[in-house]
């Protein structure tokens, strides 16, 4: 007759509250989107690590663009950080090149000042980027980890092989710290050089058993590693046909995805990226005039909302919803008016915060408008 195993051992709420002050401590600051005013306005100083952050929104919104912008960010903030890019799709490589070379050119340029007589003034960067900032986007480039999957489980298997990489390199950590632990030793020897402790004297045990408690404790708290950063790009390109097959076989395989990556995330500090898609985005002539009840936006004349249901929402830390939408009252009734004429009206961006789990982000919004490709402007 099998005995089944006994239950595990109950673990002190002061050891756990210890473990997640560690963690905040290390907690690095969180992640430019790439635009000064969205830091501010909306997502108070960027994305956090330690969290699970979605950027959804329809083609030619910009989610990619701010999913590169948070990976520039993350490869200049930490010299030694990796990236774990997971793309269903060709993942546009040369785009993040462009992306950290302007970001690097302009780190370099914007703060200096020139003198011209008794004027100082920025001059204006003419010519191609220094050989210098070439040299370091290409060492950069080498520390972000791309895997193309073309199914659920190949994003499991990506994340998998991610986190058994971020394991061995807190275990290399680990050995090298107990190899090099001698404060046991330096305090018994400093004690018995000064003649303070007497040899099997109370006194001297509980010193003993206090340093070893103390050593245990450092051993066991988490390793400092650098920080990291997981893109999962246009995760409802192999979500979705899961779900078509069996709802319910697909509700229970992305959560169990979610959850493990929820616990990676936290565990190890990383700042999580997932690149959603939208759904309902039929427009009508009057509809920014009214709000329906499933809607998800504070702008009445925004449609759609995140993809892979409500499920998905609840499992993630931060939501944030990109749309483009008429700059003015003026461009919106052009837009929108059922006796509107096919004239062109201007457009902007805007990046929305529809859930914030652990702050007070929710709600807030800030505009934007894309240049070039590779850059996010405020609108002026």
């Known amino acids: 007759m099998c005995s089944l195993p006994g239950p595990a051992s109950p673990t002190l709420g002061s050891t756990l509250l210890g473990y997640e002050e ?6 690095p600051s969180p992640l430019s989107s790439g635009l000064d005013t969205a830091d501010k306005e909306a997502l108070d100083g960027g994305l956090r690590y330690g969290e699970i952050t979605a950027v959804a929104g329809a083609n030619g919104t910009g989610k990619t663009l701010l999913a590169y912008q948070t990976i520039a960010s993350h490869l200049i903030a930490s010299e030694d950080g990796d990236v774990a890019l997971i793309a269903t799709t060709d993942p546009p490589l040369a785009r993040l090149r462009d992306i950290l070379l302007r970001r690097l050119d302009r780190q370099e340029w914007e703060p200096e000042f020139r003198q011209s007589g008794y004027v100082y003034r920025k001059e204006a960067r003419t010519g191609d980027p220094s050989q210098d900032i070439q040299i370091r986007v290409t060492s ?16 499991a ?5 991610f986190s058994a990489r971020l394991d061995e390199g807190e275990n290399q950590r680990r050995d090298t710290a107990t190899r090099n632990d001698e404060g046991f030793q330096r305090v018994r ?9 007497e040899k099997n004297s109370p006194l001297s045990e509980a010193n003993d058993e206090t340093i070893k408690r103390s050593t245990a404790a450092d051993l066991d708290a988490p390793i400092h590693l650098p920080a990291s950063m997981i893109v999962i790009d246009h995760f409802a390109n192999v979500v979705g046909p899961m779900m078509t097959k069996s709802q319910a076989q697909g509700h229970a395989m992305l959560t169990s995805c979610i959850r493990s990556l929820q616990h990676l995330t936290r565990r190890r500090n990383i700042c999580t990226v997932i690149v959603n898609a939208t759904v309902g985005m039929r ?5 920014y005039l009214r709000k329906s009840d499933d809607q998800v936006s504070v702008f009445n004349s925004t449609l759609g909302k ?5 499920l998905f929402s609840y499992l993630i830390d931060t939501s944030i919803f990109l749309t483009i939408l008429p700059r003015s009252k003026e461009d919106a009734e052009s837009a929108y008016s059922v006796d509107r004429v096919d004239s062109g009206f201007t457009k902007v961006g805007v990046i929305e915060v529809l859930k914030d789990r652990k702050g007070n982000r929710e709600g807030r919004w800030s505009s934007f408008v894309m240049a070039a490709g ?3 402007r405020s609108v002026q």
Do not use: H, Y
């Open 374 to 376: 590779i850059e996010l």
């Open 189 to 197: 020897a400093a004690a018995n050089n000064q003649g303070n402790t």
């Open 157 to 161: 298997e990506a994340l998998g092989e």
């Open 306 to 310: 995140p993809a892979l249901g409500k």
């Open 140 to 155: 950069m480039l080498e520390r972000v980890r791309l895997s193309r999957v073309f199914d659920f489980s190949g994003v």
């Open 22 to 27: 560690r963690l905040d401590m290390w907690k």
């Open 283 to 287: 427009r009508q002539s009057t509809q």
